[in-house]
């Protein structure tokens, strides 16, 4: 049973990565999990986005300030506390999520496909 679940997470991991990398003309890893972060979590603060990417406060500002460049991120000052910045995702921000989502969903459907019923059932 562990060696049919190592394999299923290997070929998951290769579907992630594989599309993962369809998007690195325009974000870094670093970007994507930011993005995906506030995607999940949105209207998130600066620090929490921090916490959330294990890296310094300083760190995640300037991802952040990368992200806003690049038209990913939109900040917005708080709504209790005009002094805490709540970040959200732009359009171009969900598309590209959107699309990374397909493909993996493109990808997973493909090797799905190739498997045995009795290897889909098992998974």
């Known amino acids: ?15 992630w990565e594989t599309a993962r990398e369809r998007t690195t003309h325009q974000l870094s890893s670093a970007q994507l999990r930011a993005v995906m972060v506030v995607d999940r979590h949105d209207g998130i603060n600066l620090r929490r986005l921090a916490a959330e990417l294990n890296m310094l406060l300083s760190s995640a500002s300037r991802l952040c300030d990368r992200l806003e460049a690049a038209g990913m991120l939109e900040r917005e000052p708080g709504r ?6 709540s970040l959200h995702l732009t359009p171009e921000a969900r ?6 989502q397909a493909d993996r969903r493109q990808r997973l459907t493909e090797v799905l496909a190739g498997m ?8």
Do not use: P
């Open 116 to 123: 045995s019923a009795a290897g889909r059932q098992a998974l």
């Open 80 to 85: 209790v506390d005009r002094r805490e910045i």
């Open 1 to 15: 049973m562990a060696a049919a679940l190592d394999d299923a997470a290997g070929t998951l991991l290769a579907v």
């Open 95 to 100: 598309r590209l999520l959107a699309e990374l």
